[in-house]
C-alpha cells in the first residue's frame, strides 16, 4: 500500500525548532518530488516547499524562506522539513504529499499524501 | 504571486443536485489547475489534475474544465459523500497556490 506517514509535530515555543519526518512506503520514493503543505485551523492549504528526486532542487514559500529547510534521505525513504524561529502564525496541520508528473503535459499533482502531524506553536 | 479565488465560498445543495465550482487565477495558467475534496479532520484527496483528467477512482460524477484564468469543478449529481470542502491549485509557477476553499453543505 502506497502511504506517507507524518511525524515530530508537537507544541513549541515561539523561536524554537522542531523538525519534522515523513516515512514513505509502499512505492519507490526516490522516484518522486514531494512537497510539505500546510493548514492553519480553519484556513486554507498552504504550500510550504519541494524537493526533487536527490534532493537538489528545493524552493519555498517566501513565508517560510530562511527559517524552514526542506530534506530527504532515499535510503530511509524519507522526508523532512525542519523548522527554526518557529511563530504563532506556523502553528498548522502539516502535510507530506507525493507529487505525480504526467511529462507530455508537464502536469504535477499531489496524488498521495500522509494523514498531517499537527505543530502548535505557543508559549 | 499567483493568486487563487473560488467562488462561492460556500453552498447549500441537495443530494441529486448539479453544482458548479467557480475557480480564478490572477494570471494565465493554461491549464495547470488541480482539484481536491477535503473533509473534515481528513487529509486532502486529489480529483481532478491539468483540469480536466479524473484522477484513478475518483466518481465520474466529477468532472473539471477551464483555460487560462477561469475554470470550473462540476458535480453531476451530489451524493451524501461529496459534501465536503473543495480546493482549486495551480501548479503552473512556484509558489503553489490554493483557493480559500468552497464549503458544499447538505441544504
Known amino acids: 500500500e502506497v502511504q506517507l506517514v507524518e511525524s515530530g509535530g508537537g507544541l513549541v515555543q515561539p523561536g524554537g525548532s522542531l523538525r519534522l519526518s515523513c516515512a514513505a512506503s509502499g512505492f519507490t520514493f526516490s522516484s518522486y518530488w514531494m512537497y510539505w503543505v500546510r493548514q492553519a485551523p480553519g484556513k486554507e492549504l498552504e504550500w510550504l516547499a519541494n524537493i526533487n528526486q536527490d534532493g537538489s532542487e528545493k524552493r519555498y514559500v517566501d513565508s517560510v524562506k530562511g527559517r524552514f529547510t526542506v530534506s530527504r534521505d532515499n535510503a530511509k525513504n524519507s522526508l523532512y522539513l525542519q523548522m527554526n524561529s518557529l511563530r504563532a502564525e506556523d502553528t498548522a496541520v502539516y502535510y507530506c504529499?507525493?507529487?505525480?508528473?504526467?511529462?507530455?503535459?508537464?502536469?504535477?499533482?499531489?496524488?498521495?499524501w500522509g494523514k498531517g502531524t499537527t505543530v502548535t506553536v505557543s508559549s | 504571486d499567483i493568486q487563487m479565488t473560488q467562488s462561492p465560498s460556500s453552498l447549500s445543495a441537495s443530494v441529486g443536485d448539479r453544482v458548479t465550482i467557480t475557480c480564478r487565477a490572477s494570471q494565465s495558467i493554461s491549464r495547470f489547475l488541480n482539484w481536491f475534496q477535503q473533509k473534515p479532520g481528513k487529509a486532502p484527496n486529489l480529483l481532478i489534475y491539468?483540469?480536466?483528467n479524473l484522477q484513478s477512482g475518483v466518481p465520474s460524477r466529477f468532472s473539471g474544465s477551464g483555460s487560462g484564468t477561469d475554470f470550473t469543478l462540476t458535480i453531476s449529481s451530489l451524493q451524501p459523500e461529496d459534501f465536503a470542502t473543495y480546493y482549486c491549485q495551480q501548479s503552473y509557477t512556484t509558489p503553489l497556490t490554493f483557493g480559500q476553499g468552497t464549503k458544499l453543505e447538505i441544504k
Open positions: 491539468g483540469t480536466s
Open positions: 504529499a507525493r507529487v505525480e508528473v504526467v511529462t507530455t503535459h508537464h502536469y504535477y499533482y499531489m496524488d498521495v
